[in-house]
């Protein structure tokens, strides 16, 4: 995770810690509250993360008022 920002860390660590207690949708206003982010600077980040992270699989799963992301460990 050497080439990912301080604030990628902290989401993908975020997301690790709760995909290991069960859970699997989020939505970037979620995590942003969980780590001191906003929701914005969560949402640009997680297509990236999506496709780079090794560690946990970001899916982009519906869009109502805001997108829902399905993840996995990989």
Request: charged share 35%; proline share 3%.
């Amino acid at each position: 995770m050497s080439e990912f920002s301080d604030e990628d860390r902290r989401i993908l660590a975020y997301l690790l810690d709760r995909v290991g207690r069960g859970e699997r949708y989020f939505r970037a206003k979620t995590i942003a509250e969980g780590i001191g982010l906003s929701a914005k600077q969560v949402g640009s980040r997680l297509p990236r993360l999506a496709e780079e992270a090794d560690d946990v699989e970001i899916e982009k799963w519906s869009r109502a008022r805001s997108t829902t992301w399905r993840v996995t460990p990989s």
